[in-house]
T-cell receptor, first 115, second 113 residues
Framework: DGGITQSPKYLFRKEGQNVTLSCEQN?????MYWYRQDPGQGLRLIYY???????QKGDIAEGYSVSREKKESFPLTVTSAQKNPTAFYLC??????????????FGQGTRLTVV | SQQGEEDPQALSIQEGENATMNCSYK?????LQWYRQNSGRGLVHLIL?????REKHSGRLRVTLDTSKKSSSLLITASRAADTASYFC?????????????FGRGTSLIVHP
């Protein structure tokens, strides 16, 4: 079945470590997005990518990095520079970079906890 | 990036009642979308309304859009316990910009059986 898959579902990180969250889609979507969600809060945009080998910072990019080497994959690295990384991370994709009247498809999320 | 803001932040109703939640946004849009999020899960798209539409229905969902007031409402009729979730509106950016879904804080709906 087509869809967007995030892994792992739960991730624990020690202070000072970098961790990478995986996001893969087989929907042939051009655009992919990473959001962060804190308890009781909305979604805040971290990074987005509209084509392979190109990505743009969102509202809260500090302490995060991404790559888009393949159309299907958009991994997010949470670096040690991110001071408060404990959150729920959501990946999404949509058809066309300038996709008017199209919906975003979401993965099931990765819950990251710093221990 | 602009952001839709939902109101109320929380809504508690009994099964069978209707639930209404609102969304306000700041600038002109191409379309507005509503999403649902069950606890600890990803978002699921519910309905999209274009800027030239005023009302749209999908099953028990009814969405209205008032571009003059920059607001939208989502009505869930005859609510069920399974409707318990958070609901978000998302807008795009205009004019001519790339579509980047931006979300508000959501309305947390609890439907008591």
């Amino acid at each position: 079945d087509g869809g967007i898959t995030q892994s792992p579902k739960y991730l624990f990180r020690k202070e000072g470590q970098n961790v990478t969250l995986s996001c893969e889609q087989n929907l042939n979507h051009d655009a992919m997005y990473w959001y962060r969600q804190d308890p009781g809060q909305g979604l805040r945009l971290i990074y987005y990518s509209q084509i392979v080998n190109d990505f743009q910072k969102g509202d809260i990019a500090e302490g995060y990095s991404v790559s888009r080497e393949k159309k299907e994959s958009f991994p997010l690295t949470v670096t040690s520079a991110q001071k408060n990384p404990t959150a729920f991370y959501l990946c999404a994709s949509s058809i066309l970079p300038t996709g008017r009247n199209t919906e975003a498809f979401f993965g099931q999320g990765t819950r990251l906890t710093v221990v | 990036s602009q952001q839709g803001e939902e109101d109320p932040q929380a809504l508690s109703i009994q099964e069978g009642e209707n639930a209404t939640m609102n969304c306000s946004y700041k600038t002109s849009i191409n379309n507005l979308q509503w999403y649902r999020q069950n606890s600890g899960r990803g978002l699921v798209h519910l309905i999209l309304i274009r800027s030239n539409e005023r009302e749209k229905h999908s099953g028990r969902l009814r969405v209205t859009l008032d571009t003059s007031k920059k607001s939208s409402s989502l009505l869930i009729t005859a609510s069920r316990a399974a409707d318990t979730a958070s609901y978000f509106c998302a807008t795009d950016e205009i004019p001519g910009g790339s579509y980047i879904p931006t979300f508000g804080r959501g309305t947390s709906l609890i439907v008591h059986p």
